[in-house]
């Protein structure tokens, strides 16, 4: 399954095949100078929001993932922020993660 997953301060809308979902975080995951700057926080909203939209599960494949950050990319992502996003989007579950901006 793709999804394409926007992520904004402290939130996530992620889309596949039309249908489209926003989650919030239990705690956090934008920093002052980052949009992901707590790690924990936003790998569970995105496991969160893939199991919402039934991409992971029992028996399902792993999703693959177009990450595009919309907030705070002025001058572009250096390599450690898409670094950050693309384990961000791994340890979520996915199989393979694509990071662009938005």
Known sequence: MDVTVNIFENRMVLTTGGKSITVEPSAPFTSTRLLVGTFVPA?????????KLGAT???????????????????????????CLREVGFSAGAGKVEVRIG
């Open 43 to 51: 790998v569970e909203c995105l496991k969160d929001g893939l199991s």
């Open 57 to 83: 599960g029992f028996l399902k494949g792993r999703p693959r993932l177009l990450i595009l950050p919309q907030a705070m990319t002025e001058g572009g992502l250096c390599e450690i922020e898409e670094r």
